[in-house]
């Protein structure tokens, strides 16, 4: 099992689909033009409206900079580091207004697929209970993949502000933090294609956070 990593600063930054931001898109599975995962990190330079997404099924959360207001339909959501991933409908109309300048943001979209994303606990293990699975990381550290036993199965050193995403999930993976960070160590990521099993349904209706 060999994952892939990839550092957000080496991916091409590239236009918004409404052309008023600038995105770099570090995974979509199975193909970059026809995919049911993506994961990408947005710089945010001023207050815009997002590109709408119908069909699609979008996540949130704040890497750098003071935050944002994030007006969904008619609900305003206010996001800052450290915050909960926000989960919400890519056909609603979105605008972002910006706090205190630019911000750098993750985003996960999932279309035809279930998953979700959720804050590193740092050194705590996670359980994706899905097809594939990514951390995408705050600070530096080092990623520990193991069996349902528990046994590790390998481990690599992550660079700050990386995806590293494994097209086949481990049972359970932990990451532990070279320094503790200042918000958070990083964000767990999942997706499964297809519609969700009964139980995930369940577990995200209690705590969306849940993947």
């Known amino acids: 099992m060999t994952p892939l990593l990839v550092r957000a600063d080496d991916a091409p930054p590239q ?18 033009a026809d995919w049911w995962v993506r994961v990408s990190v947005a710089d945010i330079e001023r207050d815009a409206p997002f590109s709408a997404f119908p069909g699609v099924e979008r996540w949130f959360a704040v890497l750098k900079g003071a935050g944002v207001d994030l007006h969904v339909g008619a609900a305003v959501h206010r996001l800052v ?13 979105a605008r972002c207004r910006l706090l205190d300048g630019p911000t750098r943001d993750l985003n996960l979209m999932l279309r035809g697929a279930w998953g979700g994303m959720v804050v590193v606990d740092d050194e705590l293990p996670w359980r994706p ?73 369940a577990a995200a209706a209690a705590d969306p956070r849940i993947p």
């Open 15 to 32: 236009p918004w689909r409404n052309g008023l931001g600038r995105t770099r898109e570090l995974l979509a599975r199975p193909a970059p």
């Open 81 to 93: 580091r450290g915050d909960a991933p926000l989960r919400f409908d890519g056909a609603q109309p």
């Open 129 to 201: 209970h899905a097809a594939t699975c990514g951390l995408f990381s705050a600070v530096s550290g080092r990623c520990t993949w193991r069996d349902d036993d528990g046994a590790v199965l390998d481990a690599a050193d992550v660079p700050p502000y990386a995806l590293l995403w494994f097209d086949g999930a481990p049972p359970q993976l932990e990451f532990r933090a070279a320094e503790r960070p200042a918000a958070v160590a990083g964000w767990w990521l999942s997706a499964s294609p297809g519609s969700a099993p009964a139980l995930a349904s």
